[in-house]
């Protein structure tokens, strides 16, 4: 049997809150917002019960964040695209921020069975002055459990219509990629993390985000394979390769953080569930 879940989420301000109102089809909900850092931060976490995609399942999250919200998403644990025979296993997002909004899109590593068919759709649409902090960490097999990624593949697409696009497909039969010294180099996580803004950022702005990115990669052990760029006007892109997750999420959690205080002036806060 397969899955469609579907999940509207709406961020708004209501004075000095941002509030979240939320509707779902199937299983895919948020759990209740809390406010750690007060009113103007909404947190909530996303949770798909069945714990994972097969073939012929989707994922649909549409997320939107009105004038002034500022929305926090994370996962209670890794999105998992488990071994399929044929069909495709999807999951979409769609984020679309108003003037001033913020959102943080933070969820944990998605992991790729061997054997899966898998595709990972990310769309944003901002409106000027909106900013979007978020990354994407994808992970190939289980290696802890000696279960290396063998047979299958799976799709990425990220896209801010118009100004940004990337997409690439990796195949457990691509062994220029996946070994390849330009390429993955035997390694089996990535990740890309990203400032994005509805506007052109201004040279100050942006040089300080790239700054802040790469003082953190510098003093971190994944410094050899990391960096950090900005591919155009709109967008701070930071790249890693390593050989397991952890690392990895530990990097992007910094640069967060940094990112946080430097750029948008707010606290050092992680989310409690990270914690868990």
């Not at 097969?54 to 999105?79: E, F, K, N, S, Y």
């Not at 290696?143 to 997409?167: N, S, T, Y």
């Not at 993955?184 to 990203?194: K, P, Q």
């Not at 990391?226 to 690392?247: D, K, L």
Request: proline share 5%; aromatic share 6%; charged share 20%.
């Amino acid at each position: 049997m397969s899955w469609h879940a579907q999940l509207q989420l709406d961020y708004s301000r209501q004075g000095a809150r941002t509030v979240a109102r939320h509707l779902h089809s199937g299983p895919l909900r948020i759990l209740q917002s809390l406010y750690p850092e007060g009113d103007a931060v909404c947190h909530n976490v996303l949770v798909h019960p069945p714990g994972g995609l097969v073939g012929g399942d989707t994922l649909d999250l549409q997320v939107r964040a009105a004038a002034g919200a500022h929305g926090l998403i994370t996962t209670p644990g890794a999105t998992r695209f488990y071994r399929s025979d044929e069909a495709l296993a999807v999951q979409r997002t769609h984020l679309t921020l108003e003037g001033d909004a913020r959102i943080e899109w933070l969820p944990l590593e998605t992991i790729c069975y061997s054997g899966c068919r898998a595709e990972n759709r990310l769309t944003l649409e901002l409106a000027p002055q909106a900013q979007l902090m978020g990354w994407d960490v994808t992970a190939l097999g289980l290696p802890h459990a000696d279960l290396p990624f063998v047979d299958g593949f799976v799709q990425q697409h990220l896209e801010l219509p118009g100004v940004w696009l990337e997409r690439g497909r990796v195949g457990a039969d691509d062994a220029l990629l996946l070994d390849g010294p330009a390429a993955l180099a035997g390694m089996r996580c990535w990740a890309t993390m990203y400032l994005v803004c509805g506007q052109p950022m201004d040279r100050a702005y942006k040089a300080s985000a790239l700054d802040a990115a790469r003082e953190v990669i510098a003093a971190h052990a994944l410094a050899e394979t990391a960096g950090a760029t900005s591919p155009n006007a709109q967008t701070v892109v930071v790249r890693v390769v390593a050989p397991q997750v952890e690392a990895v999420m530990g990097l992007l959690r910094q640069i967060r953080l940094a990112w946080r205080v430097q750029l948008w002036k707010m606290a050092a806060s992680t989310p409690r569930i990270w914690a868990m």
